[in-house]
Each structure stands twice: as structure tokens, then as C-alpha cells.
């Protein structure tokens, strides 16, 4: 059986090898053996979103109360560390209400899909070059393509709330999708360029000389910054800016769904720490004594605490700002990073 996931064929033929002396080599073993290798993957990365996002969570707050000498979570938990899945407990306790005046067939739906969205984008992200749930030859296109989808799920979130700040929100984030997608694009055109390729896979191995963070310096300032934006974080958060609409597609949604949105949140957050590292850092490559997991646990912890210092010190930016900044600088920048590219690493 052809089985195009690394991590899945690994649980695959361990599951066939046991229960072989009871089924043999029969259709009903391979059926029942690819249903639990996918399991065990779905299992296995709903625990690494879950982990990361209550590590990722406590050290938001903590280091940004450090910046601003507070003290942030200290109570529930060994340093507070239990703080979020106290918030977690809390919310799902509270009862789910439909606004009124929302779609009903639609507005439900549009988390739930915005969540399912980034876990696939996670299952074609490699972790290591033995753990990935997706491996394919266009892994770039597809993934990509997700990403550029899920401002129109929020657009949906907004629309069919029947809230006009929810509204605003979801023709902000059409707004920004446009004029942040290109740049995008563009950098991971350049990155393309230099593995020659459009696997996951081959990128990183593309890197084992020379990351293309020193390669391509300008492309991953661009990227950085872009991804920023496309994620929501701050200070490119203004789908949700508390100061005028509240919290944007999110403002009507109820206790249990928002705390979907936390846990989607993470997952955004661990794609993004994810696939700078695949783009930009050689992903787990690094010398030999440290294990491949290791050196990609190491990037994911220095770019979560980049993103988090990167909160805590810029201000958030106006829309036209944010826009004009997308068309006049980053868009210029990320074709001068494509044609210095080719130019070095191509022709």
C-alpha cells in the first residue's frame, strides 16, 4: 500500500507487523492499520497543539508582565503554568449561545472550519524529516493556498454574525488579505527558486549549507512581518482591535467558542513558528550532536519568544497605515529579495 505520509507509514506497518499472526495479508489488516496510523497522527498532533498552547500561552503572559514589571499568572499551578487550561475549564462550562440576528446555517460552522483549515496546514508542515502527516511534491501550493483561504472563512465569521463590528472586521481582513498576499507569494517564490522544488522537504534540505535566513535576509524580514499579518498577531491584530471593535469576527461568539478560538489561535501560532523555520532556519537541521527534534524545538521557542517581545513593544498600526505599508514598502522589498535571489542563487 502506497502511503504518501512519513509519520502515518510508521504507525502503519507497526499496527500490520502485530496484527499479521491474526489477519494475515489481508485488505481488512491494511484497512484497519490506516485507520489507526492516521489516529495515532491526529492523536499526536491534538497533543502538540494542546502542549503548545498552554506553553505558549503562559509564556505570553508571563513575558510580557516581566516587560511591563508585572508579575502575570502566579497561582494556579507550579509559576501560574496552569493558568490557561484554568481560562480552558472555564469557558467550556459556560452555556452556547446563537446570536439572534447571525445566520444560523453558516455562522456555527465558520470556527470549527477556520480551526480544521490550520490542522491541515500543520499535517503538511514537517516537523522532522521522519514526522509529517502530508508529504507531497506541491506540500508549498497547497499549504499556501489554505493560508489565503482563511481570511474569507473570517470574513464569513464577521458577516454572518449579524454584528456591524463583526462586519468591519471581516472587510478589514479582505482588505489586508490583498495587499499582504503578494508580498507573500513573492518570498515564497524566492525560496522556491533556491531548492528548486515545491516539497517541504526539499526546501529544507536546500538549506543544509547555508539557511536561507542568510541567503535571502531581506525575504525573511518580508515574511516575518507578512505572516505577522496574516496570522493576527499584534501589532497587526486589527481584525479584532479592542479599541473600536471589540474583538472583531470573535465579538459574538459564545464562552465555548471562544475557547475554540484560543486553541485555534495556538495552531496559527504553531504553523507560523513552524513554517519560518522550514522556510528560513533549515528547519531541523543543525550539527550532529543535537537530534533533529531538538534543533526544531529549539527555532520554535526563539521565534515564539521573538513574537512575543515583537507584541509587547510595537504599538498597533492604523488601516491605512497597515495597507500603505503592505503596497509601498513590503511589496517593493520582496521583488528586490526575488530578483536578488535569482540573480545570486538561480541564473
Partial sequence: MEISSLAVKSYFYFIYNLLHPYLGSSVANEAISLLIGVVIFCIILAVMISVFGVMYG????????????????????????????????????????????????????VLPLVFASFALMLAFTPFTSKFIGL???????????????????????????????????????????????????????????????????????????????????????????????????????????????????????????????????????????????????GGWLGPAPIPPYAWMAIKVVVLALAIIAFRATFFRMRIDRLIRAGWNYLMPLSMLNLLITFLLFVR
Avoid: C
Fill in 58 to 109: 503562559w509564556a505570553e503572559r508571563k513575558v510580557i508582565a516581566r516587560m511591563q514589571a508585572r508579575h502575570g499568572p502566579t497561582y494556579v499551578g507550579k509559576f501560574g503554568l496552569l493558568q490557561n487550561v484554568a481560562d480552558l475549564i472555564k469557558l467550556l462550562a459556560k452555556e452556547n449561545i446563537i446570536p439572534d440576528l447571525s445566520d444560523k446555517r453558516v455562522f456555527p460552522w
Fill in 135 to 281: 508529504d507531497t511534491s506541491v506540500a508549498v501550493i497547497l499549504v499556501f493556498a489554505l493560508l489565503s483561504a482563511s481570511p474569507v472563512l473570517m470574513f464569513l465569521a464577521g458577516w454572518t454574525s449579524g454584528n456591524k463590528f463583526g462586519s468591519i472586521s471581516a472587510q478589514r481582513s479582505i482588505a489586508i488579505m490583498i495587499s499582504y498576499e503578494i508580498p507573500l507569494m513573492l518570498v515564497v517564490i524566492a525560496a522556491v527558486m533556491t531548492a528548486h522544488s515545491l516539497d517541504f522537504m526539499n526546501i529544507v534540505s536546500a538549506q543544509s549549507h547555508l539557511w536561507n535566513i542568510v541567503a535571502m535576509p531581506i525575504g525573511f524580514i518580508v515574511f516575518f512581518i507578512v505572516l505577522l499579518a496574516e496570522l493576527e498577531r499584534p501589532p497587526f491584530d486589527l481584525l479584532e482591535a479592542d479599541s473600536e471593535l471589540i474583538s472583531g469576527w470573535l465579538t459574538d461568539v459564545s464562552p465555548p467558542y471562544y475557547a475554540l478560538a484560543l486553541l485555534t489561535d495556538y495552531a496559527r501560532m504553531l504553523f507560523g513558528v513552524l513554517i519560518i523555520s522550514v522556510m528560513f532556519l
